[in-house]
């Protein structure tokens, strides 16, 4: 499938009781070090590979000075992971360059023009997303963080999702899921707008107490799978490039099934990769056609 724009593309997905999966939300950056250090498994690389030499040039990796503890984090491990692969292969600080517009400072104190941009999750000027190939552009990173927008794009797929509306207090908790008992009659979810890596997400029984509402938060209806292992999961799915490469199984005994609080991952069942492939596909393609019309008219 050709994309413009939401080149690296992660999408998480729940699964009933009935086995029927649901669309939770998309990721601007869903990392790969899952799928290459522990299932041994190099189709993300070898894909982001092809699609960063594409435009020949220079090539550079945004990450940053400051979090040394997480050399993922810092951008260093993908450095390290591609650069007897890409030629002309640089590396730059965020922090140097995020004032800059047309050119860039590698760590070496050289400054260039980029073709080929691997953002990783550190902002840059969005006048960067028409000059090179930005993986992944700003246009994305605000389709997708913006949880609401997303599920709006993702709505017009026919992808099924869980109902979702904007909260800001107990009041409108206690309106809506009176206003819609069945929604909610298997308990509900409170979760932050734009955050990530399960924060400040509460999964709660119906009748369970209402968490303080800070500002704006998402009500959600909840899905409750049929445990593993006695765990709840939930799939991350990958596509690069507008390739489906399936994904993984995240499960925890608690309901928040995120690797960064302590969930495991285990492979995924054939089964369940071919059951999410079409819908995965589609939600791809309308963000990157949102992302696309948004950029034309910048």
Not at 13 to 18: L, R, T
Not at 162 to 186: A, G, W
Not at 235 to 254: C, H, P, Q
């Amino acid at each position: 499938m050709k994309v413009n724009n939401y080149f690296y593309a992660g999408l998480d997905f729940m699964f009933d009781k009935k086995g029927k999966p649901w669309f939770i939300e998309a990721n601007f950056w869903p990392g790969s070090n899952t799928f290459y250090n522990i299932f041994k498994n190099h189709s993300v690389m070898n894909e982001l590979t092809k699609l960063m030499k594409k435009n020949g040039g220079n090539t550079t990796i945004i990450g940053s000075k400051y979090d040394k503890e997480n050399e993922i984090d810092t951008g260093i491990w993908h450095y390290n992971i591609f650069k007897d692969k890409i030629p002309n292969l640089r590396f730059c600080y965020f922090e140097d360059n995020k004032n800059s517009r047309s050119h860039l400072t590698d760590i070496t104190g050289k400054t260039f023009k980029p073709d080929t941009i691997y953002k990783y999750k550190y902002p840059l000027s969005s006048s960067f997303d028409k000059k090179a190939l930005v993986i992944n552009p700003t246009i994305v990173e605000h389709a997708v963080t913006d949880k609401v927008k997303c599920l709006d794009i993702a709505e017009k797929t026919g992808v099924k999702f869980p109902f979702t509306v904007i909260v800001k207090n107990t009041t409108d908790v206690k309106r809506i899921m009176k206003k819609n008992p069945n929604v909610f009659k298997t308990g509900y979810v409170i979760k932050p707008i734009d955050k990530w890596e399960g924060i400040g997400v509460h999964v709660l029984k119906k009748g369970q107490k209402i968490p303080r509402i800070n500002e704006k938060e998402l009500l959600e209806q909840r899905i409750i799978p049929r445990l593993h292992h006695n765990c709840y999961w939930d799939v991350r799915i990958l596509v690069v490039n507008g390739k489906y490469l399936g994904g993984y199984v995240r499960e925890d005994e608690s309901k928040v099934t995120n690797v960064s609080r302590g969930a495991h991952t285990v492979s995924l069942p054939s089964k369940t990769k071919s059951k999410l492939r079409k819908p995965s596909l589609k939600i791809v393609k309308a963000i990157d056609q949102y992302a696309t019309e948004k950029l034309r008219k910048i």
